[in-house]
C-alpha cells in the first residue's frame, strides 16, 4: 500500500520537533509492541513520531540517533511488519521519513526479516526459460535505464567509475582514490601503448579514458543499452591517442576477432555468477600470458541479496562473489592467481562519497528522476556502505589472474603487482 500523494522531501529535523517520550503502558499497541522488537542488542536509540504528532523513544539506551517520522497509517503498517522490503518502500513513497544519519538508521535492518520466497525464485526460473543471455540483458538494462545523469549526480567527475575506488587514506578525495585505482589497473595489466584490453561492461568509459589517453587501444563490451548508446557517441570522437570501440553484446556471446593482451572487469562480477563459463570464455579471449583483472562485492554465501534489492536495484541473477567458488573455478583452467587485495574499507568510503555527493544533488536528481528514485539511490548508496562498514556482511577484492599455468615460470616474473 502506497500514499496517495507523491513523496514529500526528504526533511532535516524541524526546531519544532516534539519531545520523544518513554514508551508507556498507554501508548499505541503498535508501539509498545515495536519497542519489545527493537530491543535487541546493536539496535540504536530513536524516536518513533507517529502521523497525530506524537513521539515515543525506542530501542536501546542514550541519545537517540535519529527520528523516523511515519507520515501515513501504511507507514505505521510497513514499520510494524518488520519487513525489509515494506519499510523500504514506505520510505520510497514517502509515508516514512527520516530526520538524521540514513547509516545509523540501517542499524535497525538487525532486527527487520526478509522472507520472499517467489521472489527469490524468479531470478533462478528466468534464465531457464528464456535463456542467459537474453535475462542478463533484461536485468543489467532495469539498472541502468534511469539515465545516465542520474549515475553522473554521485560518481566522480572526471572518468564516471562505478566500482570501488582505491583509498590510501580517509582524507583522499573520491577523485584522488578514482585515479589510483585506474593506475593500480594499468600497472597490473601491463597495459602499455599499443596494447588491446577488452573492458567487460564498459560502464561509462572510465577505463577506456584512462587507458585510451595513454595509447592503450581498448573494446569496450556493454549489454546495457543506455550505456551503449552514450560509449558509441563517446567514442567516436574522444580525440585520445588510443583506439576505442563500443560493442553491444554478452561476454558469454562474444565473438572476438582476435585475441586480447588483457581482459578488466571493473564492478562486473556480481552480474556473472557462472565462474566456471566465465574462465572458459577468457581461455579463448586472452593471449598467453595475459591478465585478467577483476574487482566486485563479495560474500560468504552465493545469492544472499536482500527482497529490496533483488526487486528495486540489481534484479536477477546479481550476487556478491563467493571468493573460494572462484578461486575453483580459476583452478580448472590455465589461470594462475598473482594478486590478490582486500577492499572493504575503501569500498565503504567510496560509497559514503557516492551518497553525499547525492545528497548534495537532491533536486537536481529528483526534477529528472523523481522523488521516489532519488530515495531508492540513496537507500541503495548508503545501504551498501553499511554492510560494507558495520560488520563485513559484504566484502571487496580485486583480483589479478594470469594465463600461464602450464608454462615457465619466467612468465610469471618477480615483479609482483602490490
Known amino acids: ?95 516514512l ?80 582514490a578514482v585515479r589510483r585505482k585506474l593506475e593500480y589497473i594499468m600497472r597490473v595489466g601491463r597495459l602499455g601503448p599499443g596494447a588491446h584490453v577488452l573492458d567487460v561492461g564498459g560502464g561509462w568509459g572510465s577505463l577506456a579514458r584512462y587507458a585510451g589517453a595513454r595509447g592503450v587501444n581498448v573494446t569496450m563490451l556493454t549489454i546495457s543499452p543506455e550505456q551503449y548508446r552514450y560509449l558509441t557517441a563517446w567514442s567516436g570522437h574522444h580525440g585520445l591517442p588510443g583506439r576505442l570501440r563500443a560493442v553491444y553484446e554478452s561476454i558469454f556471446a562474444y565473438a572476438a576477432p582476435e585475441q586480447y593482451d588483457a581482459i578488466t572487469l571493473l564492478g562486473v562480477m556480481e552480474h556473472l555468477p557462472d565462474y566456471r563459463a566465465l574462465f572458459k570464455k577468457f581461455e579463448t579471449l586472452l593471449r598467453p600470458h595475459g591478465r585478467v583483472y577483476m574487482d566486485f562485492a563479495a560474500g560468504r554465501e552465493k545469492f544472499a541479496v536482500s527482497s529490496f534489492t533483488y526487486r528495486h536495484v540489481f534484479p536477477g541473477a546479481h550476487t556478491p562473489v563467493v571468493l573460494p567458488d572462484l578461486l575453483a573455478a580459476a583452478n580448472r583452467t590455465s589461470f594462475e592467481p598473482i594478486a590478490l587485495h582486500n577492499d572493504r574499507h575503501s569500498y565503504y568510503l567510496t ?33 551498501g556502505a553499511g554492510q560494507f562498514k558495520r560488520d563485513g556482511a559484504l566484502e571487496s577484492y580485486r583480483v589479478v589472474f594470469q594465463k600461464s599455468w602450464g608454462g615457465p615460470s619466467s612468465a610469471i616474473g618477480l615483479d609482483q603487482p602490490s
Open 1 to 95: 500500500m502506497t500514499s496517495p500523494n507523491p513523496p514529500r522531501p526528504l526533511e532535516r529535523e524541524p526546531a519544532d520537533s516534539p519531545p520523544a517520550r518513554p514508551v508507556a503502558a498507554g501508548a499505541p499497541l503498535a508501539v509498545r509492541t515495536l519497542q519489545k522488537r527493537l530491543a535487541a542488542p546493536g539496535i540504536p536509540a530513536f524516536d518513533l513520531e507517529l502521523p497525530d504528532g506524537a513521539a515515543h523513544r525506542l530501542g536501546g539506551a542514550g541519545e537517540p540517533a535519529f527520528r523516523l517520522r511515519l507520515r501515513t497509517p501504511a507507514g505505521v503498517a510497513a514499520l510494524a511488519s518488520l519487513d525489509e522490503t515494506r519499510i523500504g518502500e514506505a520510505y520510497m513513497d514517502g509515508d
Open 351 to 383: 560509497l559514503q562519497a557516492w551518497a553525499r555527493n547525492l545528497e548534495s544533488a537532491h533536486d537536481e536528481v529528483a526534477a529528472r528522476v523523481g522523488e521516489r528514485i532519488y530515495r531508492l539511490f540513496r537507500l541503495y548508496l548508503w545501504g
Open 97 to 176: 521519513d527520516l530526520d538524521g544519519e540514513l547509516l545509523a538508521a540501517l542499524e535497525l535492518r538487525a532486527a527487520l526479516s526478509d522472507s520472499h520466497p517467489l521472489r527469490s525464485a524468479w531470478r533462478f526460473l528466468q534464465p531457464l526459460l528464456v535463456g542467459r543471455v537474453r535475462s542478463d540483458k533484461r536485468w543489467v538494462a532495469q539498472h541502468y535505464d534511469y539515465g545516465n545523469e542520474l549515475y553522473f549526480a554521485f560518481l566522480d567527475r572526471d572518468y564516471r567509475l562505478y566500482s570501488q575506488a582505491l583509498y590510501r587514506s580517509e582524507a583522499d578525495t573520491l577523485d584522488q
